[in-house]
């Protein structure tokens, strides 16, 4: 395994969109406002977590919104890999929750996308800030899962790697997550899928169709054929009403 | 019209069939035809009618202009190897969305200059 070439890319990219070596990654935020790669996330019930485009120099991910928001996450750092370093494909469906992979390509997205979101480094910072030098309850788990935002299956995964905890504990501390983070007053969205959002797009898509529209480069007709196409159907025909009205929020902004 | 063209048409269509991974039995269900007639259209045996056309072309990544083209355009491929147990018939159909989405975009950037 490349592990330190994947290692590598992994610190270097946080580096290059400008993450601190001990942040969180908002890898939504990621692939939509830094990278320019539309996201879709919708219900999928085949067995994958997500799947990947490429046409030409555009790039788009899919994921699949039966999962849990943290594993949705890991997803997208996935796809992301296979975009960015995948030069040679140009689509690819990706299994689910299988960590040990038998394909290369799947074992370095894997790698790249925990090394990503979980750096050894700020792990092992953030558990020495929490436990001071004394082991790790379930607890702290929760603690550093809520912090990098990652499922706790993959939160125990990595302390198991780095030596933090045992496999016999990983075993202990498996069950009844969403009781354990919500007792201790975490918001359980992490834990928990988002099929109840429909289908939610991160896409400059409707954007460039109003621009295209606007310069009078399209035809309105070919702009309403765009947005039906894109899944935006709700900009045509949707509810205006709620989108009328003033943004209600400071009334002394301006001397601010 | 030309009995070739439909032919033309047909091979390509199942080019792209084959090379999607996916059965006539999986196309056809997702499309809502079934899987005979699809046989005929692959085939060149029958006339196939522009929306189905499209829809197809959707699904597998490419422009209905690949299809209806005598050149061969080389096309740069959507294509998604599809492992047994990836998805279900009905998955397709978001697979079909997804590309369809990812080729306007694409069109849609090329025409702002970006």
Redesign the interface.
């Known amino acids: 395994m490349n592990y330190d070439k994947i290692k590598f890319e992994a610190a270097e990219t946080r580096k290059i969109l400008g993450i601190g070596p001990y942040d969180r990654v908002d890898i939504f935020r990621v692939l939509r406002d830094i990278e320019n790669i539309?996201l879709?996330i919708?219900k999928?019930?085949?067995?994958?977590s997500g799947?990947f485009?490429?046409?030409?120099?555009?790039g788009?991910i899919?994921i699949n919104a039966s999962r849990s928001l943290g594993h949705q996450y890991f997803t997208a750092a996935h796809e992301y890999y296979h975009l960015k370093y995948d030069k040679g494909m140009?689509?690819?469906?990706c299994?689910i929750n299988k960590f040990d992979d038998e394909y290369q390509n799947e074992r370095d997205a894997n790698l790249f996308a925990a090394q990503l979101l979980v750096p050894d480094e700020a792990l092992g910072y953030m558990i020495q800030k929490r436990t001071k030098g004394r082991s790790l309850t379930l607890n702290d788990v929760i603690f550093l899962e809520n912090y990098f935002q990652v499922s706790h299956k993959l939160m125990l995964l990595r302390l198991r790697e780095i030596g933090a905890i045992t496999s016999k504990q990983v075993e202990a501390m498996e069950k009844n997550i969403i009781k354990n983070a919500a007792l201790l007053g975490y918001n359980t969205e992490l834990y928990r899928n988002t099929e109840d959002k429909g289908t939610q797009i991160y896409?400059?898509?409707a954007e460039?169709?109003r621009?295209?529209l606007e310069t009078g480069?399209?035809t309105y007709g070919k702009y309403e054929e765009?947005l039906l196409?894109?899944?935006y159907g709700d900009i045509l025909f949707g509810e205006n009403e709620d989108l009328e009205g003033t943004e209600n929020a400071f009334k002394d902004a301006n001397s601010i | 019209m030309d009995n070739s063209i439909f032919k033309n048409i047909g091979k390509k269509l199942q080019e792209a069939r084959n090379k999607n991974g996916l059965t006539q039995e999986q196309v056809a269900k997702v499309l809502g035809i079934n899987k005979v007639q699809l046989s005929y259209f692959e085939n060149g045996a029958r006339e196939i009618n522009i929306s189905l056309l499209q829809k197809l072309a959707n699904l597998y990544g490419y422009s209905v202009e690949y299809f209806l083209g005598n050149e061969e355009i080389n096309e740069p491929d959507i294509q998604i190897a599809f492992r047994a147990g990836d998805f279900i018939e009905e998955d397709l159909k978001i697979v079909s969305f997804a590309k369809t989405f990812l080729r306007n975009l694409h069109e849609m950037k090329s025409l702002l200059g970006r």
Not at chain 1, 44 to 48: D, L
Not at chain 1, 90 to 93: C, G, I, P, Q, Y
């Open positions: 539309s879709i919708t999928i019930r085949g067995n994958i799947f485009m490429r046409y030409k120099n555009t788009l899919v140009s689509a690819k469906v299994p896409s400059e898509y460039l169709a621009t295209l480069k399209i765009l196409d894109g899944g």
